[in-house]
């Protein structure tokens, strides 16, 4: 029932735009939930492992050798190599 009283706008949208919000609901919801799971289980710190690779992603533009979470490296299919093309067309 929260979810629903959450993310009940989402049915206004047209499906394209659903599908891209529903996409990054779930990110949201997985790196809350790895989050949590830090704070139970400080000895695995996936979030924090997370954010190391986040934030290599972001200073990079590219995933990390070893990269430990699942999915991200469809994050930077979808939206880093498409920044890095803009970014690399605007500075010719």
Do not use: H
Request: hydrophobic share 40%; aromatic share 10%.
């Amino acid at each position: 029932m929260k979810d629903e009283d959450n993310a009940g706008w989402l049915v206004e949208l047209d499906g394209t735009t659903r599908s891209e919000w529903i996409e990054r609901i779930i990110w949201i919801r997985l790196i809350d939930r790895l989050a949590e799971q830090e704070l139970l289980y400080p000895e695995e710190p996936q979030f924090q492992k997370f954010l190391g690779e986040w934030n290599y992603l972001l200073s990079t533009g590219a995933l990390p050798a070893e990269c430990t979470l699942i999915g991200l490296e469809l994050v930077e299919q979808k939206y880093f190599s498409k920044r890095l093309t803009k970014i690399l067309a605007t500075t010719k």
